[in-house]
């Protein structure tokens, strides 16, 4: 079975330009999170997906941002205008629905640098 | 609000030595408590959970983390270190009356396995 996937590993963008990043869950998860690190901090919640719907984007850092999950599968993150302060390290997770006591399964992550 | 302490930035442990990551956490109701690991250009694999029952939990690669609800800690153990576990280590949780909503993390701990 695949795991998480996302898409580039690496993106090194300059402030102002646009970058957008792709995660495919697992098949057949329906809850899909995007989390970010930025370098010696904690990973912190972005955006909650379930299915196509978003249930809980209260750590969006703002407006910049925008989150898809068209058709429930896979999920884009694109960022727009990029600034120097967007970089970090975004992972994707997903995991079965009503699964509170269930593990997140993760992707490996992509590394992203505005200069 | 949910937290997770992780006190250590860096922990250094020669190998065959026992090891310790400390966690520490706060949330309302009864604790879902996770283990992931981060290897170097790897995304985060999950290592263990507890979810209810035994205070002790055993997970992959040997590891296990003890529940103390007085303490309010899961620290992370070893017996026997090796070269090979040395990795960034976090520690996450989500409440029981959290239905699916997000883990909350630590920022981290990086264990240094020494030959």
């Known amino acids: 079975e695949a795991g998480v996937t996302q898409f580039p590993s690496h993106s090194v963008i300059e402030k102002g330009q646009t970058v957008t990043l792709r995660c495919d869950p697992i098949?057949?998860?329906?809850?899909l999170y995007w989390y970010r690190r930025v370098m010696g901090k904690e990973i912190k919640f972005l955006l909650h997906f379930v299915k196509e719907s978003k249930q809980d984007e209260s750590g969006m850092p703002n407006n910049r941002f925008l989150a898809e999950r068209t058709g429930g599968t896979y999920s884009t993150l694109k960022v727009q205008p990029a600034e120097l302060e967007d970089s970090g390290v975004y992972f994707c997770a997903s995991s079965q629905l009503d699964g509170t006591n269930t593990e997140a399964f993760f992707g490996q992550g992509t590394r992203l640098t505005v200069v | 609000a949910q937290s997770v302490a992780q006190p250590e930035d860096q922990v250094n442990v020669a190998e065959g030595n026992p090891l310790t990551v400390k966690c520490t956490y706060s949330v309302s109701g009864n604790p879902y408590l996770f283990w992931y690991v981060q290897y170097p250009n790897r995304g985060l694999q999950f290592l263990l959970k507890y979810i209810t029952g035994d205070n002790l939990v055993k997970g992959s690669y040997g590891f296990e983390a003890e529940f103390n609800k007085s303490q309010t800690s899961f620290h992370l153990k070893k017996p026997s270190a090796l070269v090979s576990d040395s990795a960034l280590y976090f520690c996450a949780v989500r409440g029981t009356n959290s239905g699916n909503t997000p883990l909350v993390f630590g920022k981290g701990t990086r264990l240094s396995v020494i030959a």
């Open positions: 098949s057949g998860h329906d809850n």
